[in-house]
Antibody, heavy 119, light 107 residues
Framework: EVQLLESGGGLVQPGGSLRLSCAAS????????MTWVRQAPGKGLEWVSG????????YYADSVKGRFTISRDNSKNTLYLQMNSLRAEDTAIYYC????????????WGQGTLVTVSS | DIQMTQSPSTLSASVGDRVTITCRAS??????LAWYQQKPGRAPKLLIY???TLESGVPSRFSGSGSGTEFTLTISSLQPDDFATYYC?????????FGQGTKVEIK
């Protein structure tokens, strides 16, 4: 059974940093693209960043480019999101999601971790 | 980025109703479109991919259609478990984009 478990969320001041983790199990982690999607309180889904399959190519939404860095440790089956220069508008639930083998839609999601940026 | 626009934003319906949600893309995405269902406090769940292919385990009352720039999600007979918010997502090109969501409410 595929499982994705996010951690690392919390309260951080504007301008601060936070690193999210997503521990994966139940599938061959290194063979799949992985993605971060966020959802601000009461709002819709926003794609944040992703790995383009096993190629290692990374992609970012314009809203986080230059501030967030996605990475992965295939030996630990873990996806990361390093978030720097955080702003109030980054406040959201952050979900990690597993891509399908070939395409960039998401067949499994974690339960999410809440990031609150506030002074 | 490709913009995805869903309509309506909110839909009030009764159990047993046929429900249709529309998703329009700002340019052709061929059929690289997925639909998700999200319930309050829960992660999204994949319903349909490639515009019309039902994900394994999803009830057959859900169906998708369309190509190019216009797509629809149809629930043939609305069930109590279907009251939720639905999102479309294009995966034709990075940056991936979602529609703003359609909330299906009890009438």
């Amino acid at each position: 059974e595929v499982q994705l478990l996010e951690s690392g969320g919390g309260l951080v001041q504007p301008g601060g940093s936070l690193r999210l983790s997503c521990a994966a199990s139940g599938f061959t982690f290194s063979s799949y693209g992985m993605t971060w999607v966020r959802q601000a309180p009461g709002k819709g889904l926003e794609w944040v960043s992703g790995f383009g399959g096993s190629s290692g190519t990374t992609y970012y939404a314009d809203s986080v480019k230059g501030r967030f860095t996605i990475s992965r440790d295939n030996s630990k089956n873990t996806l990361y999101l390093q978030m720097n220069s955080l702003r109030a508008e980054d406040t959201a639930i952050y979900y990690c999601a597993k891509d399908t083998e070939t395409y960039r839609y998401f067949d499994h999601w974690g339960q999410g971790t809440l990031v609150t940026v506030s002074s | 980025d490709i913009q995805m626009t869903q309509s309506p934003s909110t839909l009030s319906a009764s159990v047993g109703d046929r429900v249709t949600i529309t998703c329009r893309a700002s340019q052709s995405i061929i059929d690289w479109l997925a639909w998700y269902q999200q319930k309050p406090g829960r992660a999204p769940k994949l319903l349909i991919y490639k515009a019309s292919t039902l994900e394994s385990g999803v009830p057959s009352r859900f169906s998708g259609s369309g190509s190019g720039t216009e797509f629809t999600l149809t629930i043939s007979s609305l069930q109590p478990d279907d009251f939720a918010t639905y999102y479309c997502q294009q995966y034709y090109r990075y940056g991936l984009t979602f529609g703003q969501g359609t909330k299906v409410e009890i009438k």
